[in-house]
């Protein structure tokens, strides 16, 4: 470790591998049944980062059930079905097939090039009706002579996978009790092989797969899970002992710029690069710059190892053939950028033309799902925020494992045309068809000022609904906090993100912008929705209250509408919607500064319309009435201040009051609002912009002309 002197923490911790730790409890184990140790066996490895990444690797269990339709014992495999995750799973996640027809199966093949047909007959295997697919892997485990079976993916056995050393360290560091095979697709040639193996070294613990993972297995649930976190706690030691010795992937040739700047650069870069991608489907960005990618991206061996492309199939049906990387000097040049961005598309097209025949699926989207920046970071696109974090998670998995592999030999990525089939393989496409179809907003992100409020909240839960990605601001920090936390639990929390924010302070409503570029990327719909109220007769108002009204629902439209041109206009599209007022179109008793405020805002929607139209850009406005449930404004003096002015005595029969007057006799909610809100954000009224549309249950004096 002569170069350790030279390393501070933080390189060092970055470029180390984490080692995991047994969190098998007997405690928490006594009294499950097989299936549920399975369960408990999966969870545990799944969550934990150090063992595989999401949706990576399955687990499996042969065990004895009862036959339904024969009352006599039956040995059934349980494995993980297709497209879970065996962190998150439960036990109907797992698919179940009868034992002795699985294997019976193997009459039935014919040999590598009628792979793919085997899996239609998996089906047939099927115990107790289970409607869980089969996954791919399910030969792997089921050819194999033993109780329990992991197959996972963690980066520390990836980097022996995927190194020129890996065959030779793996024998130096198990003894010949782990042994190696060849690449080789998922199936039943490799349960095949598998078994073969595991025949002719019948005291072998597993096998490393190359470029893939391991495979172990054991005669209990907890000998096995034990069994995985030692196989990846061996290899971890290993290579960390190497990894402290110097300067990972060549050293550094790069600086880092500051954490401010390099947000700052990721606020600028990532709408320019969603608006290149182009290809109808809109798409969701996020960004990173861990320690781990810094030191990858910075690095000199950073361009001939990101060319090389990944080289577990987990990670590159994520990260794509290839990253797309940028010159950090040339990232204001929008010719430039669209430049590398059309090179890299013409690149996969061309990459498509060698690889495809006839028979495969048409190409998918051309653009790049990761873009690596030196002294940046990481940026990753992709048709939602949680597939494009899982994209970045997976790519730094990918450095992990590039930094493990060059440490005891040559990184070694997927062959050309084995990557082109596994993003291509018929069964790929085919799990692709079985996924739902994506909602409306899928991929749209949608800014909503006054996001705490009645109407603002409802609107987020209608756009989140309907897919879209929201970001919330409001200056009231703690009912903020409070619907912040209700949506991240409804939603997750992927697709949402808030701000504190005064709209009558440009700092702070630009400073809410760029967040939001930053999170996700840039902006599609804007809610133009914060405000306030007042009432009183024209010689009760005072220069401040009428200078409040204004700041707010004059000038504050005006500074947020101002904030999103610029993103909407490198997208060249983009929806924002008004929250007016009926007292916009209709004069109203003793609220001139509110009602006159309010008209301002509804002449400068039309004036922006005008304006944005050759960019793509809808502005239109909805104008509610008496939306007093779940409101903040309601919750005030306006109600009394109201009442007062209709010569009501309570306010609590105001909400009567306004009830009786519409033509519908009908409340109108803030969910009301929101359906509106959706109607303009969506596609549905893609030829609409200028428009008023009143949301009142009917009131003749705001009919607009």
């Known amino acids: 470790m002569s170069n350790q002197s030279n390393l501070n923490n933080n390189q060092l911790s970055a470029r180390l591998f984490a080692l995991p730790v047994s969190k098998w409890s007997d405690k928490e184990a006594a009294g499950k049944s097989e299936a549920e140790l399975l369960l408990y066996r999966s969870n545990l490895l799944g969550s934990d980062l150090t063992v595989t990444n999401f ?12 036959d339904p339709l024969t009352g006599e014992d039956a040995k059934v495999l349980w494995i993980k079905g297709s497209g879970g995750d065996i962190g998150s799973m439960k036990l109907d996640g797992f698919a179940t097939l009868y034992l002795d027809k699985l294997l019976g199966l193997e009459k039935l093949y014919q040999g590598a090039e009628f792979e793919d047909e085997m899996v239609s007959y998996l089906p047939h295997c099927v115990f107790n009706n289970n409607a869980r697919a089969a996954s791919i892997d399910t030969p792997l485990h089921g050819y194999l002579p033993f109780e329990h079976i992991d197959h996972v993916h963690p980066d520390a056995l990836i980097a022996l996978a995927a190194s020129s050393g ?35 070294n019948p005291d072998s613990k597993g096998v490393i797969l190359a470029g893939h993972g391991i495979i172990c297995w054991a005669d209990t649930a907890k000998n096995c899970y034990e069994l995985t976190i030692k196989l990846i706690t061996d290899a971890v030691e290993y290579l960390n002992k190497l990894l402290c010795e110097g300067p990972a992937f060549g050293g550094q040739i790069a600086g880092h710029k500051e954490p401010e700047a390099r947000a700052a650069i990721a606020v600028s870069l990532m709408p320019k690069i969603r608006g290149l991608m182009g290809g109808g489907h809109n798409k969701i960005g996020h960004f990173s710059d861990t320690p781990e990618i810094l030191e990858f991206v910075s690095s000199s061996e950073f361009q001939r190892l990101a060319a090389i492309g990944t080289s577990c199939p987990d990670h590159f049906l994520r990260t794509k053939i290839a990253p797309l990387t940028l010159d950090e000097k040339c990232l ?33 989207d051309a653009n790049p799902v990761v873009i690596l920046i030196p002294g940046i970071g990481c940026i990753t696109f992709a048709a939602d925020k949680t597939t494009a974090r899982l994209a970045s998670e997976f790519y730094a998995n990918a450095i992990n494992v590039m930094r493990g592999a060059e440490a005891i030999g040559r990184y070694i990525g997927l062959d050309e045309q084995e990557a082109f089939n596994i993003e ?9 068809q079985r996924m739902p179809k994506p909602k409306p907003l899928v991929g749209k992100i949608a800014l909503i000022t006054g996001g705490a409020g009645g109407i603002g909240s409802a609107a987020a839960a209608r756009l989140m609904v309907e897919g879209a990605c929201v ?50 990327g840039g902006l599609d719909i804007l809610v133009v929705n914060a405000g306030i109220a007042s009432s009183a007769a024209i010689e009760d108002t005072t220069v401040e209250l009428w200078r409040k009204n204004y700041d707010v629902l004059a ?37 001139s500064a509110y009602a006159s405020a309010k008209a301002a805002s509804l002449h400068l929607a039309r004036c922006l319309a005008l304006e944005g139209a050759e960019f793509g850009i809808r502005v239109n406005s909805i104008n509610p009435d008496a939306v007093i449930k779940g409101s903040k404004i309601w919750d005030g003096d306006w109600r009394m201040e109201r009442a007062g002015a209709h010569g009501i005595d309570s306010g609590k029969e105001l909400e009567e009051h306004y009830r009786s007057r519409s033509m519908l006799k009908r409340d109108v909610l803030p969910k009301d609002i929101a359906e ?30």
């Open 424 to 432: 291509y393989w018929a069964l790929e496409e085919a799990k692709l």
């Open 166 to 200: 890996g065959q030779k360290i793996t024998e130096e560091i198990w003894a010949g009790k782990i042994g190696w095979l060849p690449w080789k697709r998922p199936g039943f040639e490799l349960g095949m092989q598998l078994r073969e193996f595991q025949r002719e």
């Open 55 to 66: 949706g990576g690797g399955n687990t499996s269990a042969k065990i004895t059930e009862t």
């Open 471 to 520: 970001f919330l601001v409001d200056r009231d920090f703690d009912v903020l906090m409070d619907v912040h936390a209700k949506f991240e639990k409804q939603f997750g929390p992927d697709i949402i993100r808030s701000a504190i924010c005064d709209v009558t302070d440009e700092h702070q409503v630009q400073a809410a912008f760029d967040k939001c570029a930053k999170e996700f």
């Open 555 to 591: 000038e504050g439209y005006f500074l947020t509408c101002r904030a999103a041109f610029p993103l909407m206009k490198i997208q060249k599209n983009g929806s924002i919607i008004f929250i007016g007022s009926k007292n916009g179109v209709a004069a109203a008793k003793n609220a």
């Open 332 to 364: 204001d040049d929008m010719d430039y950028l669209e430049k590398k961005v059309r090179e890299y598309r013409e690149g996969y097209k061309a990459y498509y033309k060698r690889c495809s025949e006839p028979k495969d699926p048409a190409i998918r």
């Open 676 to 705: 509106a809100i959706y109607f303009l954000a969506s596609d549905m009224s893609m030829k609409s912009t200028g428009n008023m549309i009143n949301v009142d249950a009917g009131n003749a004096l705001s009919f607009t002309r």
